[in-house]
């Protein structure tokens, strides 16, 4: 299986504008994620946030597409629908 990443920015492809609300990427993190004994959330090791060249990005491995099919495209759906710009990076 090849190792690579999906990188999705908070940048609308067609204008450039930010997209709202600005939290977004800490939404789809946190439905990911789960909280461990410490009481704490932890987030996903397939889909996370990450700042990238200053800018919070929402960081999606490829290995999501596998052990969860119907996650992986519902936040690729989102990037899509909402115009989000991404791109592949190897991992």
């Not at 709202?20 to 990427?25: E, G, L, T």
């Not at 990911?32 to 990450?50: C, I, N, S, W």
Request: net charge negative.
């Amino acid at each position: 299986m090849e190792t690579e990443r999906i990188i999705i920015e908070s940048i609308r492809e067609a204008d450039g504008r930010r997209f709202r609300p600005s939290d977004w990427i800490e939404r789809l993190s946190a439905n990911m994620g789960e909280f461990g004994p410490d009481h704490r959330l932890h987030y996903a090791k397939t889909v996370h946030p990450q700042i990238i060249d200053g800018e919070k990005c929402l960081v999606v491995e490829n290995t999501l597409r596998e052990q969860d099919p119907s996650a992986y495209d519902y936040i690729l759906g989102f990037a899509r629908a909402n115009g989000l710009r991404y791109h592949r990076v190897p991992g």
